[in-house]
């Protein structure tokens, strides 16, 4: 685990104790922290629960509680469970579903409406994801070479280098000369405001998601930096490009991966962006999983040439 995720996981931890257990006056021991775990598995979705409980081993773990710190580990979120009760799966908070796509139209409404309030740092960030694709914390931490190829430091990197991908990608003159610029205004507004990375992006997010509300009041999913993430997956999958260049330029170590990201059904354009040939090779993985459909398909079919096998053979018994 890397040190920035492991220092996250114990802040975010430590505000789950103070706001759960110590502000209600309640005993911080294992019992305790458990039954506080539980308890908030209808409150937040699946995967934020997990995180959750990957946070407080952590943090146990770090203070020497390492028999608190399995036991966490150990529990089974409630509301996902097979064994619970209908109605506790029921509470089971769904997915929150994203903007997956950007209309050329959309994207261009948004643009003028941005350089109409002279929001010079947002316009940026949307360009940078649009041309790019990448994660937005990514952004902040490009580097420009020659050739028109930019550099992306891959921010789900794990130690053991299963996760996450440092590439190179090559552009357009045009493409590198905007998002080079973007990056320098993106720089000069942050140095002003002398804030982290993480807080300066966010800020962004939370400033673009009030500026499509404002356009779009009656839209129920509104278009997000994710949404450009998804439409390069789209783009890239409708152009024919090899699942395993497609997740070099993306940023994964597995072609799997691949599938998270868009659908070739709502792509916008012929993406102009390759991956060099270094970064492809740094894919770890460039097979796919078998799919559980034949999986399942698999197993049907081996228990279905049992149950004949064994009629047969009662057949010729009689």
Known sequence: MLEKTKLEYIRLANTFIKRNLLNKNIQLTEKNIRQALIAVATKHRPAYWRRLRCALVT???????????????????????????????????????????????EHFLLKSHLKAKKDHSLLAVIEIARI???????????????????????????????????????????QHEIVQTAFLALHEQRSCLQIEKEVYIKRLQGRLATVTKNLWPKR?????LYSYRHLMGSDLKASGMNRIEIAA?????????????????????????????????????????????????KKQSLKQRILTSISHTTQARL
Not at 282 to 291: A, F, N, Q
Request: proline letters at 4%; one cysteine or more; hydrophobic letters at 30%.
């Open 132 to 174: 790019l694709g990448c994660r937005p914390i990514e952004m902040l931490s490009l580097q420009f070479r020659e050739g028109n190829q930019v550099k992306i430091t891959g921010a789900k990197k794990t130690e053991n280098g299963l996760r996450g991908l440092d590439r190179t990608i090559t552009l357009t003159a045009k």
């Open 59 to 105: 943090q146990q773990r770090e203070a020497g509680f390492f028999k608190t710190a399995h036991k966490l580990r150990m529990i089974v979120n409630p509301v996902t469970n097979p064994d619970s009760q209908p109605e506790l799966k029921a509470q089971k908070k769904q997915k929150q579903k994203r903007c997956k796509t950007v209309r050329k139209e």
């Open 220 to 224: 129920k999913h509104r278009i997000t």
């Open 249 to 297: 330029i993306m940023g994964h170590q597995s072609v799997d991966s691949v599938d998270v990201y868009g659908n070739s059904k709502t792509s916008q354009r012929k993406p102009t962006i390759t991956a060099t040939a270094e970064s492809i090779t740094e894919v770890r993985k460039t097979s796919l999983k078998t799919p559980l459909y034949q999986i399942k398909t």
